[in-house]
C-alpha cells in the first residue's frame, strides 16, 4: 500500500488509515505500507524514480501481488505504475468501487455498482486510447485496426451507460410510487453519516426491523425503508441508507444518485457519528460536503453521537461546543437516548422545518 503525503492534507495519517481499511474491507491482506512525501505528484508514477525502486523492492520482498494507492491518480500514472512493478493497481475510487461490487446485493445495487464501474473504466479507456494513439505516432493517418476496436469499445459502453441509466430511472419511479403508496404522507427521516457510524443499528433499534449491521465498511448499499412510532400515536418513515466516506468517488455519488436521493427528499436527516471517534470533526466535515454535493445541504439535520456507551471523544465534544452545533448522545446497542431522540424527532418534525437547526 502507497500513502503519499502531499503536504495539504493535515489528515494525512487519517486517509493513510483508512485506506488501509478500506483495501482489508476490499478483502486484501496488507503485506507493507510505503509512505512518501511531495510538494505534488510525478506526473509519470505519482511518485519520483527513487521511491518507485524502494516500492518495486518492497513490494518483491514480500510478495506483494496488488498495489493500493490511498489517492486518485490519472489513467496514464494507473497504466505505468503497474507494468513499471508487474503488479494489479487500485487506487482510491477503484478500492472503492471494488467493495460496492462486492456488497452489493439487489438488483438497484447491482446496476448501481455497474454504472458507476462503467463510468470509471471509460475514463480509464480514454487513457488507454491516448496512449495507443501517440505509440501509432503517425501523423493524420486514421483507420488502423486497433483504433477502430477501441471505437467500437467506447462506443459500446457509452451505449451501455445509458441503458443503465435508463434501468435505474425506471426502476426508481416505480420505487417511489410503491413507497408513496406505503407511506401514506409519512413526514420521512433519513438516516445519514460515515460508514460503520451505527445507522443500520439505530435503524434497527427505532424500527425493529432486521437490517443486516456489521464492523465491515460499506456493510449497507440499498435503502431500507420502515415506519418509526414516535409515541402519541405519531408515525414517520425511517430509511437507512448508504454510508459516506472522504473523497467518495464521484462516479459512485453519480451512479447511486437515486439512492442518496433518498437523503435530498427527506423531511429530517438524522447525522449519525461514532461518538468516540477522534477522527469525528473531520468526518463530520466529510457528510456535510457530500450533502452539500447531492443536494442536501439545506435539509433540517440531527446530529447524533452514537456508541455512548464506549465513551465520548473529548477532542470531538470540544469541537462540537466551539462550533455551537447541537447534538444528542444516544447508544443504539444499549437503547440510551432512543427516547429523547424520538421525542426530538417527533418535535422537529411539527414544527416548520427551519427550527430544527
Ligand atoms: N458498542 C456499540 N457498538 C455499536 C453501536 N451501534 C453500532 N455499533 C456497532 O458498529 C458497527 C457498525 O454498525 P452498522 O450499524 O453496521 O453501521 P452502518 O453505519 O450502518 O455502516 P455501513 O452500512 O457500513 O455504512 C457494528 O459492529 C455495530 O454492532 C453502539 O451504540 N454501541
Ligand atoms: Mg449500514
Redesign the pocket.
Known amino acids: 500500500m502507497l500513502a503519499v503525503d502531499l503536504g495539504q492534507d493535515p489528515e494525512f495519517a487519517q486517509l493513510r488509515d483508512e485506506t488501509r481499511e478500506l483495501a482489508l474491507a476490499a478483502g486484501f491482506a496488507v503485506a507493507g505500507v510505503m509512505e512518501a512525501r511531495r510538494v505534488q505528484p510525478d506526473r509519470r508514477h505519482f511518485i519520483g524514480a527513487g521511491k518507485l525502486a524502494e516500492l518495486k523492492e518492497l513490494m518483491e520482498a514480500c510478495g506483494a501481488k496488488v498495489l493500493v494507492i490511498a489517492h486518485a491518480v490519472s489513467d496514464g500514472q494507473h497504466m505505468r505504475l503497474g507494468r513499471e512493478l508487474g503488479c494489479e493497481v487500485f487506487d482510491y475510487p477503484g478500492l472503492i468501487l471494488t467493495i460496492f461490487a462486492k456488497r452489493a446485493q439487489t438488483a438497484e445495487g447491482k446496476l448501481q455498482v455497474e454504472l458507476a464501474q462503467e463510468i470509471y473504466g471509460r475514463a480509464k479507456l480514454r487513457g488507454a486510447w491516448t496512449h495507443l494513439e501517440r505509440q501509432r505516432g503517425g501523423l493524420g493517418a486514421t483507420g488502423g485496426p486497433g483504433e477502430r476496436q477501441i471505437e467500437l469499445d467506447r462506443r459500446m459502453i457509452a451505449r451501455r451507460i445509458k441503458q443503465l441509466r435508463r434501468r435505474l430511472a425506471k426502476r426508481h419511479t416505480h420505487a417511489q410510487l410503491v413507497a408513496a403508496g406505503r407511506m401514506k404522507r409519512l413526514p420521512t427521516v433519513a ?1 445519514v ?12 433499534a427505532l424500527t425493529k426491523a432486521a ?11 440499498d435503502t431500507t425503508t420502515r415506519q418509526m412510532h414516535l409515541g402519541g400515536g405519531r408515525c414517520a418513515a425511517l430509511s ?1 441508507t ?3 466516506v472522504r473523497n467518495l468517488p464521484h462516479e459512485l455519488v453519480d451512479a447511486f444518485r437515486s439512492t442518496l436521493n433518498e437523503a435530498v427528499e427527506a423531511d429530517l436527516l438524522l447525522l ?1 457519528l ?1 461518538g468516540q471517534d477522534r477522527a469525528g470533526p473531520a468526518k463530520l466535515r466529510t457528510i456535510q460536503e457530500t450533502l452539500a454535493t447531492i443536494g442536501a445541504a439545506g435539509v433540517p439535520q440531527l446530529l447524533l453521537l ?5 465513551g465520548q471523544s473529548p477532542e470531538l465534544l470540544d469541537s462540537l461546543r466551539w462550533d455551537k452545533m447541537p447534538f444528542l448522545s ?5 437503547g440510551a437516548g432512543l427516547q429523547e431522540l424520538r421525542d426530538r424527532v417527533a418535535a422537529s418534525l411539527a414544527t416548520p422545518a427551519a427550527a430544527v437547526r
Open positions: 438516516l453519516g460515515y460508514t460503520n457510524a451505527g445507522k443500520s443499528t439505530v435503524f434497527q437490517v443486516p449491521a456489521s464492523a465491515r465498511m460499506f456493510e449497507t448499499l437507512d448508504v454510508g459516506f449519525v461514532d452514537n456508541k455512548l456507551d464506549l444516544i447508544s443504539a446497542l444499549t
